[in-house]
């Protein structure tokens, strides 16, 4: 068979069934060379001029559908000319207008497709083709064809313009659907741009500003990603297109300002920032007055004519905002080209009148009048000098007036807003400059404002606005306000929080800039100020002085310098406080809190130091850490330990962070030896190299902490062993002679030997580490090969009479560090580490402990980090959840007995805790209805963790929602009975239930919550006496939700013009379905608009 007796079967076959599959074989015979479309038009013939309806619209419809899948090499000059005269002639039949704009849609993309042809084609468009008839799929191709031939064949387009353009508007007037409107917006842009419209300007304007102010909102769920914003920013290209819209578009953009709503003011406010600069200096101009008189309102800026007819009405802050920046466009495109502000017009006008505001500074008008001057500040440069040459020495004259005193905070105040707003100016001078002529009087009347305690803030914040003012303080003037703000911190009313905020800040910012000012004098007046014991149980204010202080000294000491100095003078007051053996049992707590508020501030800087990057911390291993060391291990080894601060354990775990930060970027050369004098000290006693420093350690007491006699005080140090080793490189072995033994060392001394979580916890840390970072040396492996076959075996899978069920928890916790370390890295003995907890599932000893392991193994940490060299597989925990949760889930349905199902349950919430919620939404409908069983389990932390799963999973997507509300009965009644103090003693189990009742409303169904909301808001009630604040300021945020809500009908959006858009899914006249932007089909008789 030939190919165009093939081309004649495929198209009859096709007349018959309308196969795609006959389409496609059709344009694989044209394109293997076997056919060519002229066989196609001859296989067409009979079809093409048939006088039944529906066979010549098939017709029409099988060539268009053949000539979009046919390559373009295939057509040649003379076929596309004969094609597009063909299609254009169908264009006239009512039956296969459709099928031929799809024809010519794919011909215009053709490379021979001639201007000409486009002439033609648009032609024949604008003769034949009726809008109103058909629907918005079909519109849209015909502004896909005209939007197509503007960019291919614009020249031959405008060579026709006089009949083009009000052709094309009468084709476009009256289109709704939003899809075709961000077509129909682009091509009014370029019609506006590059085409003579100056006949036609008010139709454009016309079926242009009719749209305008966009109030469409696409419907929920909508598949063609039509937003508002797209609709908004393209309507807006188009009514900034041109200049000749100025006249005809700020009457209906004043209009709207006057009378539409806040979020119809914003819209039109920021479109007038668009178009302003466009319609050109004339324009705006004429209409400045009208136009300032509207932005007035909305800046908040009352008429200083009370007699007017404006009226006073306050609006949000973001209108406020966008009415701001509108008067600086405004502003702007009127003095672009003007040398200076002075003269008269607008901002004379403006400025004059916010002076006369500001004679009352303490009124409520000043604040928008300073606002407003402040926002011509980024206008023009003539602008900006003009403005501050007024507002800055009427400011200050009004400071030194005597009448005026009383209002020199609020005076003060207004002057600090000014200096931001000339230091953020957005024009390319520097900001100095403008401010240089005022900088003494400004400097001044600060300086003489940090001197009341009612200015001071308005003066430190003046003062921080000039110090990052660019160009405008020199070095010595810094050092001026440093000393001026040094005398109030002395001061008992500058202790005030507000007061020291801003002192703070302030010193802060300088220090950042000139650290010289504040390490000479700040820095030895707040050092002076600190004790060097303790101040007494009942001296309050002189504990908070030195808490406030050390707060300043944190936030102050971060440069290197600076650093240097604090590490110093804070260290020694350390030795000085924890070095004395003087203390009493009582006189013990006030004494242990101040050295404890030390170490932190010591903590705290390094942190930020570390986040920044400094490169400084590095040298605090010799001059921070090791004294540190010293510190602590004089207070385990001195004879007198028992009242020793350093035994404190809140001090010992700062200790351990500072020791963890410093170690953290220390080069990998210098940990190496560090790491031996640190195994030299806590394995072998030899701690001279390890603890230098002040303190004498006694010689004739024994440092080791690892032996099972060893004094508490000495295995509480344990925590700062660990505290170095997991964040050593892992290029740092821990030296010791036997990895793997020193590992079962660890094990053992945390199970059996230690006395306290604290020191436990720390042996654990640092055998994770060393696992995670060492496992594949010949030691570790060996070590890991002891826990399969003597450790798990004897200490926790057999209830052995010499091992009490405590000390299996222990090893349940220290088998999951070691898991935990493996698991991280993804090392390939972690399954078989994993899969032992299973095996105890049905132990009652210790079914929970290990149920709660399978999630401890994946819960974040501080300890197995990126920041503590750890090695971290990427997306660890997600391979785990998805190797472990279906094994959870079908034990949780069907395990032999009921302590196993138990044990799932638990196992399940602790891995759903500790893992992303991307790991298993998808399982969400099996776990819905497990979680709610979690919920009767008797441990609070369990309940706790189930209730912020389903949190989670109620604010997630539709379809989580959509799961939870087929429970909402059973959840509801479960979040009531968790919520009551009688029920559940928890206090955080009772918050988290109240917080998920107060989210239901916002993501479940009114339909589905509606039977339950007497009961819900019933119960509530009784929970509004609960003896915990907290409780009771949830309970009333869920009352006042679930009171709130109410059914909701299907939101219908709209054009604020006439002409509106359907969003809702049901016709009221005809009740058919329709798609969402579907308009109703007037043949039926619906005459909704």
Request: hydrophobic share 40%; aromatic share 8%.
């Amino acid at each position: 068979m030939d190919g165009s007796e093939k081309i004649e079967r495929l198209v009859r076959t096709w007349m018959a069934s309308g196969r795609e599959q006959d389409v496609d074989e059709t344009v694989a015979v044209i394109s293997n060379g076997q056919g060519a479309l002229l066989d196609v038009v001859k296989a067409l013939g009979e079809y093409l001029t048939s006088e039944e309806d529906e066979l010549r619209t098939k017709g029409v419809e099988f060539m268009s559908a053949v000539l979009s899948g046919c390559p373009p090499e295939h057509f040649n000059r003379q076929s596309v000319k004969v094609l597009t005269s063909f299609l254009c002639g169908k264009l006239d039949d009512p039956e296969t207008v459709v099928p031929a704009l799809k024809g010519l849609a794919s011909l215009t993309y053709l490379p021979t497709f001639t201007s000409s042809d486009a002439v033609d084609v648009v032609n024949a468009v604008f003769a034949h083709v009726k809008m109103k008839s058909l629907v918005q799929s079909q519109r849209f191709i015909v502004l896909s064809i005209i939007d197509n031939l503007l960019s291919k064949h614009r020249d031959a387009l405008k060579n026709i313009q006089t009949q083009f353009v009000p052709a094309y508007i009468a084709l476009v007037n009256g289109e709704k659907d939003p899809r075709n409107l961000v077509l129909c917006f682009a091509i009014d842009r370029v019609l506006l741009l590059e085409f003579n419209v100056k006949n036609h300007i008010e139709d454009l304007f016309n079926i242009t500003f009719c749209y305008f102010p966009i109030t469409f909102r696409p419907p929920p769920g909508d598949p063609y990603g039509i937003t508002t914003d797209d609709l908004k920013k393209a309507l807006r290209s188009c009514l900034s297109a041109t200049p000749d819209f100025g006249t005809l578009g700020i009457p209906l953009f004043l209009e709207k300002l006057t009378a539409g709503s806040p979020m119809t003011k914003r819209d039109t406010l920021q479109t007038l920032v668009t178009c302003l600069p466009v319609y050109g200096a004339a324009t705006a101009e004429s209409f400045a007055k009208k136009l300032w008189n509207c932005l007035r309102l909305e800046a908040s800026l009352l008429p200083l004519d009370r007699d007017t007819s404006y009226i006073f009405q306050p609006t949000d802050s973001e209108t406020e905002d966008e009415a701001l920046r509108t008067t600086q466009a405004l502003v702007k495109v009127i003095y672009a080209d003007r040398d200076s502000g002075d003269g008269p017009g607008l901002v004379k006008d403006v400025c004059h009148e916010c002076l006369d505001l500001l004679k009352e500074p303490e009124k409520s008008q000043a604040k928008p009048a300073i606002r407003t001057l402040s926002a011509f500040l980024s206008t023009t440069e003539a602008v900006s000098k003009y403005i501050l040459g007024r507002a800055v020495p009427h400011l200050t004259a009004l400071f030194h007036n005597p009448d005026e005193a009383s209002n020199r905070r609020p005076t003060l105040a207004l002057l600090s807003d000014l200096i931001k707003a000339a230091r953020d100016s957005t024009l390319d001078s520097t900001p100095g400059v403008k401010l240089t002529a005022f900088k003494d009087d400004l400097l001044g009347i600060m300086t003489v404002g940090l001197k009341s305690e009612s200015s001071c803030t308005a003066s430190l914040d003046g003062l921080k606005a000039m110090v990052t003012t660019n160009g405008l303080i020199t070095s010595e003037e810094l050092g001026y306000v440093v000393h001026n703000v040094n005398e109030i911190i002395s001061e008992q009313w500058a202790s005030t929080e507000e007061i020291s905020d801003a002192t703070l800040d302030l010193l802060t910012t300088i220090s950042a800039q000139s650290p010289a000012h504040v390490e000479g004098t700040t820095l030895p007046l707040l050092f002076s100020t600190l004790p060097d014991q303790a101040p007494a149980r009942e001296a309050a204010s002189d504990r908070a002085k030195c808490w406030q202080h050390l707060a300043f000294l944190a936030k102050l000491c971060k440069q290197p310098t600076l650093f240097e100095t604090l590490v110093i003078r804070l260290t020694t007051k350390l030795d000085l406080i924890c070095g004395s053996t003087a203390y009493s049992q009582e006189d013990l707590e006030p004494s242990a809190a101040y050295a404890h508020s030390i170490l932190l501030t010591l903590r705290n800087v390094l942190k930020e130091k570390v986040d920044l990057g400094h490169a400084d911390v590095a040298k605090y291993l010799d001059r921070l850490v090791c004294r540190v060391y010293n510190l602590f291990i004089y207070s385990a080894l001195e004879p007198t330990a028992l009242h020793m601060l350093a035994s404190e354990p809140r001090l010992l775990k700062t200790a351990g962070e500072i020791i963890t930060f410093v170690v953290q970027v220390t080069p990998t050369a210098k940990q190496q030896v560090f790491a031996a004098s640190l195994v030299h000290a806590y394995l072998h006693g030899n701690i001279k190299t390890l603890a230098a420093g002040s303190l004498k350690v006694p010689e004739d007491q024994r440092f080791a902490p690892f032996e099972s006699s060893a004094p508490l005080f000495q295995k509480d140090l344990v925590v700062l062993f660990s505290a170095a080793v997991i964040a050593l490189h892992k290029e740092v072995p821990v030296p010791v002679q036997d990895t793997s033994d020193f590992l079962h060392l660890l094990y053992t001394w945390s199970v059996k030997h230690a006395e306290s979580l604290l020191q436990r916890e720390a042996a654990w840390h640092a055998l994770a580490a060393i696992l995670n970072k060492r496992s594949e040396a010949i030691d570790g492996a060996h070590f890991l090969t002891t826990c399969q076959e003597q450790i798990w075996p004897a200490e926790i899978n057999e209830a052995r009479s010499d091992h009490s069920v405590q000390n299996r928890r222990y090893s349940i916790l220290a088998w999951t560090w070691v898991t935990k370390g493996l698991t991280t890295r993804g090392h390939a003995f972690s399954e078989v580490f994993v899969d032992r907890l299973f095996e105890v599932f049905d132990d009652t000893d210790i079914n929970w402990d290990a149920a709660k392991a399978v999630g401890d193994i994946v819960a974040p940490d501080d300890v197995l980090t990126k920041k503590n060299h750890a090695v971290v597989k990427i997306l660890f925990a997600q391979r785990y959840c998805s190797r472990l949760l279906p094994r959870i889930i079908e034990g949780a349905k069907g395990a032999g007995n009921d302590r196993q199902q138990v044990a799932y349950l638990v196992a399940l919430t602790s891995l759903i805790k500790s893992v992303p919620k991307s790991t298993y939404a998808s399982e969400m409908p099996t776990l819905i209805p497990l979680l709610l069983r979690g919920l009767r389990l008797r441990d609070p932390d369990i309940r706790a963790n189930v209730i912020s799963t389903l949190h989670a999973a109620t604010d997630g997507d539709n379809n989580s929602s959509n799961i939870i509300s087929e429970h909402v009965g059973t959840l509801v009644s479960a979040m009531l009975e968790n919520s009551k103090v009688q029920d559940m003693p928890s206090f955080r189990v009772r918050v988290a239930a109240l917080k998920y009742l107060a989210a239901l409303p916002k993501s479940i169904r009114y339909d589905k919550l509606h039977p339950y909301k007497t009961t819900v808001i019933k119960e509530l009630s009784k929970v509004l006496d609960d003896p915990k604040r907290a409780v009771r300021k949830e309970a009333v945020e869920a009352r006042y939700v679930q009171s709130q809500s109410h059914s909701q009908e299907p939101y219908v959006d709209a054009f604020s013009d006439p002409i509106g858009l359907h969003s809702a899914v049901n016709c009221v006249w005809t009740s058919k379905t329709r798609e969402p932007y579907e308009e109703c089909d007037s043949r039926q008789g619906c005459n909704v608009p």
